[in-house]
């Protein structure tokens, strides 16, 4: 499924996160919900709500694309996290540079108690044409009626 939209949140849970070595889960704490303790392994992702002004869907974007669409790899988000003693930097850079910004995401869409969650397998920040969407408007509602 293809859906074009805006970026309208970015939820908790994104940005620099450790994963449990055996089942891949979410560490928190450096507890694994079925591990217990465990050495979490760093990961990237972002969790975005995307609105196409009809609804809204929580897309998960793993460390490939978020990597891409940020311009951070993991590597400097660990890097970067160390030095502010702040995992949470990574996730205030994701905000910084993709909310409220138009996107283009496709991947594989469940639905669950939460709502619509597409697993992102593509995504692109569109850049908006300004200009030429501005001269389309003008000369629309410069023609004869």
């Not at 988000?77 to 160390?82: D, G, V």
Request: with cysteine.
């Amino acid at each position: 499924m293809l859906v074009r939209g805006v970026v309208v949140d970015i939820k908790k849970g994104s940005g620099l996160i450790f994963r449990c070595p055996q089942c891949n889960r979410l560490v928190q704490k450096g507890l694994c919900r079925i591990h217990g303790k465990v050495d979490g392994q760093p990961d990237l992702r972002i969790k975005a709500v995307v609105d196409d002004g009809m609804a809204a869907l929580t897309a998960v974007l793993n460390k490939d694309i978020t990597e891409m669409l940020v311009g951070i790899t993991l590597a400097e988000s660990l890097r970067e996290a160390k030095e502010a003693m702040n995992p949470e930097i990574v996730e205030e850079k994701i905000k910084d540079r993709m909310l409220g910004k138009p996107i283009e995401v496709r991947g594989n869409v469940t639905s669950d108690e939460y709502g619509l969650m597409m697993i992102v397998t593509e995504a692109e920040l569109k850049v908006p044409e300004v200009r030429g969407e501005a001269a389309a408007l003008l000369a629309e509602l410069e023609a004869p009626q």
